[in-house]
Structure formats: structure tokens, C-alpha cells
């Protein structure tokens, strides 16, 4: 158990839709970032807060969005959602600014309809 | 984007065997990290190494970081079927950023 947790861990949902994932980072742990995992891109960083503010973005697309809030759990919102949004999310914490060490939560899997 | 490649893609060998993957980038990394993932979980932290040329053993596992900072290795000795599942490395940004660049993964199988 690596102390992050992810709600919920399965997702399925149609297109056009907007849906929101929620994050608890581990205990102490300051940064957050969001992850994307498909078959064919492998792992793609997203974005990263770090105690409350954006920090760091990745390839995130217009449609999604995310935010820190002040008890450091983090919520990455997706919408107009399509079929190709189709994933695994994983939120990943870690205690500095820096992605050093990172602990990765088991993730939730979204399939769009 | 940096990229890793990783090799070989895929790898199925029996009980005992030794192997080894590899990570390879054109990019230079602040340092290196190797994760094992397994079906329906997140990736797990495997090791880090930041230093070129600089060595890690963790049990059987043994992790290399190129000299230059921009390649390295992961070998199994003796691997088990525990040893099963995808490998990924990730190297952190040098130029300041924050994300990891993950690679393309090597899904391991260890035959009983």
C-alpha cells in the first residue's frame, strides 16, 4: 500500500460527458501529479500542484482540468469526454516539489461509452 | 518530449534465468528511476539513481545509470515468478520541470 488513494477505481461513462477523479496524496506528501495510461502512449504525465498551486503541466489536454485544495488532496476533472479518453489515471504523490520519489495510487479506470 | 526506450519489449523466460533491460535516451536526466507495475495496480518505486555510472543492488536487481547520464540497465539474477510484471523506467527532467518522462516498458514473465 503505497499510502495514496484513488476514488473511485472504476469509471464508466459516456461520451460527451464530464467526470470528476478524485486524489488523496499520502500522509505529509506536498506534491501531486496526475498520470495517463493507454495501451498505446504508455505512462504520460498530466500535471502536477504542488501545495495548492499548479506547478508543473504535461501533455493535458483543454478538456481536463485539475486543482489542489488546502488539505492537499487533488481532483483532476475530465470533460466533453470521448472515446479515446478511455484510460488509466494514476495520481502520484511525492514530499518536495522535485518528482524525485514518487508513490503511485492504484489508479482508476475510466472507460468512455 | 524526452523518450526512453526501453528493451526488449517484451521478455518471457523460465525460473533461474538472468536478464536484462535496458533504458536508453538521447536526453540527459537529473537522475533515474526504475518502477514495477503490476496488472491493476499503480507502478512501484523500484530505485533511484542520480549519479552517472553510480550502482544500485536490491537483492537480486541490480540498476545502472549511464556515465552520461542518459541510459541504464536493470538486471535479474536468478529471476523468480514474483519477478513478474511491467518495468518502467522514468527519468526526471534536468531542465527544471517537474515530470517524469516514463519509458516504453519491458512486460516481463517468468515461466515456472
Known amino acids: 500500500d503505497s499510502g495514496v488513494t484513488q476514488t473511485p477505481k472504476h469509471l464508466i461513462t459516456a461520451t460527451g460527458q464530464r467526470v470528476t477523479l478524485r486524489c488523496s496524496p499520502r500522509?505529509?506528501?506536498?506534491?501531486v501529479y496526475w498520470y495517463q495510461q493507454s495501451l498505446d502512449q504508455g505512462l504520460q504525465f498530466l500535471i502536477q500542484?504542488?501545495?495548492?498551486?499548479?506547478?508543473a503541466k504535461g501533455n493535458i489536454l483543454e478538456r481536463f482540468s485539475a486543482q489542489q485544495f488546502p488539505d492537499l488532496h487533488s481532483e483532476l476533472n475530465l470533460s466533453s469526454l470521448e472515446l479515446g479518453d478511455s484510460a488509466l489515471y494514476f495520481c502520484?504523490?511525492?514530499?518536495?516539489?522535485?518528482?524525485?520519489?514518487?508513490?503511485f495510487g492504484q489508479g482508476t479506470r475510466l472507460t468512455v461509452v | 518530449t524526452q523518450l526512453l526506450e526501453q528493451s526488449p519489449q517484451f521478455l518471457s523466460i523460465q525460473e533461474g534465468e538472468n536478464l536484462t533491460v535496458y533504458c536508453n535516451s538521447s536526453?540527459?536526466?537529473?537522475?533515474l528511476q526504475w518502477y514495477r507495475q503490476e496488472p491493476g495496480e499503480g507502478p512501484v518505486l523500484l530505485v533511484t539513481v542520480v549519479t552517472g555510472g553510480e550502482v544500485k543492488k536490491l537483492k537480486r536487481l541490480t540498476f545502472q545509470f549511464g556515465d552520461a547520464r542518459k541510459d541504464s540497465s536493470l538486471h535479474i539474477t536468478a529471476a523468480q515468478p514474483g519477478d513478474t510484471g511491467l518495468y518502467l523506467c522514468a527519468g526526471a527532467d534536468q531542465t527544471g520541470a517537474n515530470n517524469l518522462f516514463f519509458g516504453t516498458g519491458t512486460r516481463l514473465t517468468v515461466i515456472p
Open positions: 502520484a504523490s511525492s514530499l518536495y516539489d522535485r518528482n524525485t520519489e514518487a508513490f
Open positions: 500542484y504542488y501545495n495548492g498551486e499548479e506547478r
Open positions: 500522509s505529509g506528501d506536498l506534491s
Open positions: 536526453s540527459v536526466f537529473s537522475s
